[in-house]
Structure formats: C-alpha cells, structure tokens
C-alpha cells in the first residue's frame, strides 16, 4: 500500500525541521554560542530523471550551513563599542577596540584588520588645519565625516570588503574631548568614533545603527562630565533615529552609503558647533544659554511641578532626572543644580526607563530632591 503524497510530505516536513535543529546544534559547538534565527529559507531543485535524493541532501546540507554562517556572522559581528575584525572573524579579539583614548578608527587593512591611530595623527594627515585646532589656546573640538568606501579602500574581497554581515556606511571621528578618566579620578583627553553600520543576516535580516565607540565613562562625575555625558548621548541618539528612518524608508536601496552620509555629516557639525558654543560660555550664561534650542528655562518651572513619579534618579551617574510636559527632559546634578535640558521623544524616555538606566525612587527622596533643586537655584540667584 502506497503512503498518500500529503503523509509523505508531513514526514519529509518534520525530518527537515529535526535536521535544521540537530544541524543548528552542531554549528554552534565549541567556541560558537547558539545561534538565535526564526528560521531559514531553502531552495531545492528534485531531480525527476536520475538522482537518488544525494544530490537534494548536500544541496540541502550546504544552504543550512551557508545560512547558518551568515546568522551567526552577522550576529556575532556587531556588537556596540566594538569594530568587527575581518581578520580574526570576530568582534572580540584585540583588534575590535581603540589601543588608547586617544585613539580612532582609522580604516580597515588589506587582510580586514582595524586600523586605529591616535586623532592627532588622522588631523595631521589630512592636512585641513584641524591639528592647529586641536592645539590652539584655547583647544577645539574638532570632528570628521568619512564615507565607507574610502574606509575599505585598502581591504581586500577575500577579507570582508563586501561584507553586509558588518560593513561601515560612514563614520565621524572627533577630539579631544575632556571626558572622566577613572584611574585619573579626573577629566582626560578622549576621541571618539560614531559609524553608521549596517548589519544582514539570512534572507530578511537587516539592521542599521550608530556604533559609538571610545573611552565613554560609565559613572562621570562632577555637573560639567554629567552634561557632557547626557550631550554625547542626546546626539548620538537623534543621530540613530534618522538612521532607523533609513531602515525604514530605504532598506532596499541598493547602496545605503550616501543615504546615511546627512545624519553623520549633521553629527558632526553638531559635536563642533555644541561644544564650540558651550566653551565660550561661563557663569549663569553658560546655565541659560547653553543649547538655546532646549527648553532650559523650563527646567525650574517643570521640576517644581513635578509628581513624583516623575522625577528620577540616573542609574550611571546619580543626577536627578524630571520628565516635564510636552516631552522635556531636565538633568540635575547632585548638588541640585541644573545640568542640561532636551526635548526627547516618548520612545527614548521609555527605553531609558526599560533599561533601567533612568530608576524611580520613593516619593520621599522624590520630595528632597526637589528640595534640592530649589536650593540650589536659590543660592545661585543669591551669588549672582
């Protein structure tokens, strides 16, 4: 008795998923954690003259082994505050940081190695004038745009040029900026590099993100490291909405290079213009002028009538947080005065508060906190 064709396929159906699963399993062996897809899609061309299904079983085994190392590659490779090594084939060997503070993402070598140098040296070779900056008295801060493709220029096919598994869109490198420096107990010289990355995996895998990467501070201390950390942030932040616009609006665009170029070239100008402005600015008009676009002169009037539920402590740096109307975001530092102010959208609010960075704190210490607040701008009308 013959198996009807639809018992046969319901066979064939779960032998496949058994073997995609067992063959998922052995992938990930050794050094290689499990690797996390939905699924994987197959092609398979069923001979009808010759064959004896050998041919159908390696077309079968080599699709889940290239789709499976495609997942696992493009998962493995970004990672945030990391580069991807072509080299190593991974984000976690010595190669994927900065060697030092001062350091940036220079290019990829022919063989798919970073390249960091110190940003001194990246100013100096382009010849632009922006060493003399960085070194003027008073210093700038000063920041680049780099397009990917002069980042690849060097690397070779054979070691990720045309990789989507991580491949670099476009980067801003800037310097040098007085971030903390815990073994000094201090502020110290810092660069930065931001790239615009783009991620692909499997058939409809596909991410597109800000890499911020440098010597970031985990707990900055003192109200100017705090504004500097919640300014960093800010801008990095809106920089990654317009990216997540792209995604959106031009994940099928064949070359995503020039698409992402306005958002880092905006990046950039920022990081000069803001910090350009903020030096030239000292005493209370550096407290109300600072960013003119931000609601700063709401910061008082919103924190005094605040609920307590929404005045919030930063988990990383023990500044007060208070969410005002129409999305206003006030920081205070931990003597009560004012730091900086942003308009955030209610998605960002929410996923610092998801992430646990921004934590609720008893109505209580919401009240002394406010009391705080009020002090503080009481003494400095009394200063001034």
Known sequence: MHDRPEDMAS?????????AKEYAKRFAAGERAWVNV?????????????????GVAQAILDQLHDALEEAYVARASYVRG??????????????????????VFAAYGRTGTPVWEEFAQVCLQRGDGSAARIYGEPPEIVAHYDAGSALRSEQLPDFGR???????????TAGYLPLWNEALGGPDKAAL????????????GFKLDLNAIGPFPKAPKGERQEWLDFTL????????EQLERVQVESKDAPDLEPLVAPALRKLASSLEKLFRRERRRTGHGNERAREGDRPTGKALEDAAAAQAE????????GATVVLGPALRVHIFGRTGRHVTSAVYSKDAIERKQRARIWLPVPAAEAAALRRGIEEAASGDEEAG
């Open 162 to 172: 045309d990789s989507k598994s991580y491949r670099v869109l476009g980067q801003v």
């Open 82 to 103: 990391r580069v991807h090594c072509f080299r190593c084939g991974t984000s976690g060997c010595g190669h994927a940081v900065p060697p030092g503070r001062k350091s």
């Open 11 to 19: 066979r064939i159906g779960a032998d496949l998923v058994r073997l």
């Open 233 to 240: 942030d800010r801008l990095a932040r809106q920089t990654r």
């Open 193 to 204: 590099t931001y790239q615009a990355v783009e991620s692909r995996w499997g058939s409809k």
């Open 310 to 317: 929404e005045i919030l402590r930063d988990a990383r740096t």
């Open 38 to 54: 939905d699924g994987v899609e197959l092609k398979v061309t069923i001979p009808f003259r010759g064959g004896d299904g050998h």
